[in-house]
């Protein structure tokens, strides 16, 4: 069983930036695929990025703004945001993904384990 805890969330203005943390619990947390996903309201949920070993990957409306990065020996993954707009509204959802098992990082079912999720807002 992994736990994910997000923070990070906030209000700020068009153009600035935001870092959100999830903390992951469990010791096999460096072999988990994770990944952000966000939904605003009345719309649903979208992929923004995933990491898994070295590799990341970026939905198109946040690559070169976005950032996923993790640290292993902190349980913890990130997202950077930087130049954020209106559209970035969102609860932002953290989720883990059990290693081997097929499916896509891209796809919100693939994963196992999600979190509470943080509110980010962007003002114009």
């Known amino acids: 069983q992994v736990q994910l805890v997000e923070s990070g969330g906030g209000l700020v203005q068009v153009g600035g930036s935001l870092r959100l943390s999830c903390a992951a619990s469990g010791r096999t947390f460096s072999s988990y695929a994770m990944g952000w996903f966000r939904q605003a309201p009345g719309r649903e949920r979208e992929f923004v990025s995933a990491?898994?070993?070295?590799?990341?990957v970026y939905a198109d409306s946040v690559k070169g703004r976005f950032t996923i990065s993790r640290d292993n020996a902190k349980n913890t993954v990130y997202l950077q945001m930087a130049s954020l707009k209106p559209e970035d509204t969102a609860v932002y959802y953290c989720?883990?993904?059990?290693?081997?098992?097929?499916?896509?990082?891209?796809?919100?079912?693939?994963?196992?384990?999600w979190g509470q999720g943080t509110q980010v807002t962007v003002s114009s």
């Open positions: 990491i898994s070993g070295g590799s990341t």
């Open positions: 989720a883990a993904r059990i290693p081997d098992y097929s499916g896509s990082n891209r796809v919100g079912d693939d994963y196992h384990y």
